[in-house]
């Protein structure tokens, strides 16, 4: 078995070490299973499947907890932006965790030492670039804020129609084409019933690299989202804001910009990467973000964020020592029952509920990596999912009774015939090929794996049991790393990395009742 994973190596090489830095989720509500299915999913699937052929990944993530959403998550709600961002901050580190996704570490902005951290790395690049000369103060027109609400309307204070594709929007991007919002030429939504008005305001914005450049991020990102530089450029040049009139956030230094605060979409990403590398380094052997390092990274995010990591590659030059991420892994959304998942509109299904409500692990993730989005939206349709989950499970329990007879180590003479010996070889490369990044084909990972059940349950390898149960375990690692690791040690073990092993193998499949009762639980 060990043959066909290095030769798999072999003719596709991995690096030896990555970095992956999976989601920046704003804390201002519950972590759902649309979150999962993207960033968090996709990173979980990459890792698991590079370790399979030997590399070492480290995954690390942080909460945005200085968004603009925290603050109107404060103002709305009346309570304290603070407390908000640390509770959700949690609730999405536990999700995770429960779900049993890979997080080496988790970081919490709000808490000491991580704010601190963040704040620093920031600051650190401003006075870099204020030295150099690209930093530029420059005045502009925004809406005016009533109290709660900050001076300005900026982020989630704002709304209106996408310059690109004439979607109506709020916020600082578009969700559906990913285009950064300009807050000057958008309306008001707070207050609700008030009078719009305007007035002068001053910010910071930064003059960005030469290596912002769809040329420059060739290889960073998929060609499907290069035009999100384009476009940015063509809209507003060579520039990134930095800083926005705030009362919730990492405060701009100095005195130039009273009562503004640091850009979470660009310097915070910057902050937290920076945080988190350092917070790493050690482990890995040497800073992942040094312009010499040999430890690839990778971010993983919505479109919706997917401009912000890219523009860190503007932050580049003049004295500042970091090399952005290696790849940007980006994927459109999932939607429920044909529409975005939204907390705000009730239409979502949160991870701690369907967890709550003892939705099996195995079967949940399993079912996500088949609706699992990436270049393209796909739906989570609670009819048509659950039964997948059903004929799935089925696939794989016929498997595992067609195994039953695989001996548990010792030399076994099993006879692997030719086709067993090929399909075993073809599935391990494509496999391989799904995780090429910055692409990740969550998609083609779960359907190889259950084509392998399938074909074992149909009665595939008869005189090779063990064999055809420890491929199974192999192909389901990167879907399943607890179960795997269960059916590999049934087989005596020895090929999968050292993870906790399920107690059974028993996976229950996703009931529909289950996804429809728990969408209700948000209405």
């Not at 830095?21 to 996709?42: D, I, K, M, Q, S």
């Not at 007879?405 to 090929?422: F, H, K, L, Q, Y």
């Not at 995780?435 to 349950?457: C, M």
């Amino acid at each position: 078995m060990r043959d066909l994973l290095d030769e798999t190596v072999r003719l596709m090489p991995t690096a030896s070490k990555y970095l992956f830095f999976p989601g920046y989720f704003t804390p201002n509500g519950e972590l759902h299973l649309g979150h999962v299915a993207g960033p968090y999913l996709r990173a979980e699937i990459a890792r698991r499947t590079l370790e399979l052929f030997g590399a070492h990944v480290t995954t690390v993530s942080a909460s945005d907890a200085f968004e603009s959403g925290v603050t109107y998550a404060a103002v709305t709600g009346g309570g304290s932006a603070e407390a908000i961002a640390s509770q959700y901050a949690e609730r999405a580190r536990t999700a995770l965790a429960d779900l049993g996704f890979a997080v080496d570490l988790f970081a919490d902005p709000t808490r000491s030492p991580w704010r601190e951290r963040e704040w620093d790395a920031a600051v650190a690049v401003i006075d870099a670039l204020e030295r150099a000369g690209r930093i530029d103060l420059r005045d502009e027109e925004l809406l005016v804020g009533e109290p709660p609400a900050p001076a300005a309307g900026v982020g989630a204070f704002v709304e209106g129609t996408c310059p690109s594709c004439r979607s109506a929007q709020s916020g600082n991007v578009c969700e559906l084409c990913g285009r950064w919002l300009d807050p000057a030429a958008m309306n008001s939504i707070w207050p609700h019933d008030g009078t719009q008005s305007r007035a002068r305001s001053r910010s910071a914005f930064v003059r960005t690299d030469s290596a912002l450049t769809p040329d420059g991020v060739r290889g960073v990102v998929e060609a499907d989202y290069q035009y999100l530089v384009a476009d940015h450029l063509h809209d507003a040049g060579e520039t990134l804001r930095v800083s926005y009139p705030s009362w919730w956030g990492l405060q701009w230094p100095g005195d130039t910009l009273p009562g503004h605060v640091i850009s979470s979409y660009v310097l915070g990403k910057y902050g937290a990467t920076r945080m988190l590398g350092d917070a790493v380094a050690e482990e890995l052997g040497s800073d992942p973000f040094a312009v010499d390092g040999d430890v690839v990274t990778a971010a993983f995010g919505g479109l919706d964020s997917a401009f912000g990591w890219l523009a860190l590659h503007g932050l580049t030059g003049d004295g500042v020592s970091f090399r952005p991420f290696d790849h940007v892994v980006v994927n459109r959304f999932l939607l429920l029952d044909g529409e975005k998942f939204s907390t705000s509109r009730r239409h979502a299904i949160r991870v701690h509920d369907a967890l709550d409500a003892g939705v099996d692990v195995n079967a949940l993730r399993l079912l996500l990596s088949r609706v699992a989005p990436a270049s393209t939206e796909t739906n989570l349709d609670v009819t048509t999912a659950t039964w997948q989950s059903d004929d799935d499970v089925s696939a794989i329990d016929g498997a595992l009774l067609r195994t039953v007879g695989a001996a548990a180590g010792g030399d076994v003479a099993e006879e692997i015939d030719p086709d067993a010996s090929r399909r075993a070889r073809e599935a391990f490369a494509a496999l391989r090929r799904a995780v090429v990044l910055p692409e990740v084909d969550a998609l083609t990972v779960a359907a190889t794996f259950i084509d392998w059940a399938r074909w074992v349950s149909d009665g595939g390898a008869p005189h090779a049991p063990r064999f055809a149960r420890r491929v199974l375990a192999l192909l389901a690692y990167p879907l399943m790393p607890a179960w795997a690791k269960a059916v590999e040690n049934s087989t005596g073990g020895g090929l999968l990395p050292d993870v906790a092993a399920s107690s059974d193998l028993h996976i229950a499949p996703v009931p529909r009742n289950a996804l429809e009762t728990l969408q209700e639980r948000v209405r």
